[in-house]
């Protein structure tokens, strides 16, 4: 794929180094509140008001249950920190992202 792009994009070690800081567990990730916060504490310094969509995204994946090495890890898991086995093995990813573009007002 970078052949294709003419080594445009960045190296999979590259890539993996900067998620490597990231919480990547099933709920809300605490990041994209702080960087909201940023971004309409910003906003406000210039006088611009923020204003955000949220977009809904699914994806199916592979049935698949694993150890991680303190858990099971593969069930349905809506962020509710729940850690039971009973709930069904996940066969779609389901996201939520956000959009802001600032207004001048």
Known sequence: MR???ELALPHPSTIRQ???GVNGQPGFM?????????RVAESKEHGK???????????????????????FVGFVDIGARTDDD????ATEYRGI?????????
């Open 49 to 71: 008001e923020v204003v955000c969509s949220l977009m809904l995204d699914e994806m199916a994946i592979r049935k698949h249950i694993e150890w991680d090495g303190m858990k």
């Open 30 to 38: 605490e990041e994209s509140f702080l960087a909201l916060a940023a």
């Open 18 to 20: 900067w998620y490597r």
């Open 97 to 105: 992202s956000s959009y802001g573009s600032m207004l001048k007002r």
């Open 86 to 89: 009973s709930n069904p093995v």
């Open 3 to 5: 052949r294709t792009f």
